[in-house]
């Protein structure tokens, strides 16, 4: 039997709000990105993480500070949103015009504090104490809850449905277990995971009816392809295979 993090974990963080609409007003996003990428770092970059994306705000993750900021707002590095709707993010770090979407992560740490042959990716605890992660599912993006406990991903009916998973017509029947005991469930094989870069295929995952987990969960299926760092601020995940 496949077990599932206890209800207090399922029922953390319902709200997380997202748009839809298309993003219509940024320059040639290709050429500005390949330019940005042949130009030399002279300074490390901070750790930026696209957390959610709103018409005129981004919620950002700078060096472990959660920020909801506004078009032209400025943060105390000098980190700039010049743009932001649904879709993407232009933001402004040391000169550089960078073009973000949802889930994605700029981090460039100095030469010899990283194996540039390993990947790895960096979770930062938000204030609410949990780690918590933007990635896609089958090029879905979507927020994950990072659960340890829980043995697979774990999704919704209706997250299942937005991601375009016909979990009853390709799914298995199973019973998991949860704080409130057994409950019916479908187990299915999720084609492709992504978080920061780093994707994996063929992926253990479980669907649930209903509306829990509210959040996506990140278990053990995804998790347990890395080595697993956890310094209680940051939970570093360094690939194994």
Do not use: W
């Not at 019973?175 to 469930?185: D, I, L, Q, W």
């Amino acid at each position: 039997m496949i077990r599932i993090p206890s209800d207090s974990t399922l029922k953390s963080h319902r709200k997380l709000l997202f748009s839809n609409k298309i993003f219509r007003n940024f320059p040639n996003f290709a050429i500005v990105i390949a330019l940005l990428f042949k130009a030399v770092h002279c300074e490390a970059l901070p750790h930026i993480e696209v957390i959610a994306l709103f018409e005129g705000k981004a919620m950002l993750r700078i060096n472990q500070q959660q920020l909801l900021m506004s078009e032209g707002e400025t943060n105390e590095q000098g980190i700039q949103l010049i743009k932001a709707d649904a879709d993407q993010a232009l933001v402004e770090v040391k000169g550089k015009q960078l073009v973000l979407e949802l889930g994605s992560t700029v981090y460039e740490a100095p030469t010899s504090e990283v194996d540039k042959t390993a990947k790895e990716i960096y979770i930062y605890r938000a204030p609410d104490n949990l780690f918590r992660t933007t990635g896609s599912i089958n090029g879905f993006p979507v927020n994950f809850l990072v659960d340890t406990g829980a043995s697979s991903i774990v999704i919704n009916a209706q997250e299942a449905r937005r991601l375009g998973i016909d979990y009853k017509k390709n799914g298995t029947p199973i019973m998991v277990r949860t704080a409130s005991g057994s409950e019916n469930a479908i187990e299915i094989k999720i084609d492709k995971v992504s978080i920061s870069g780093v994707t994996l295929r063929s992926i253990d995952g479980i669907v649930l009816e209903g509306a829990e987990p509210s959040i996506p969960l990140l278990g053990m299926s995804y998790l347990s392809r890395f080595e697993i760092q956890n310094n209680g601020t940051i939970m570093k995940l360094l690939q194994k295979y």
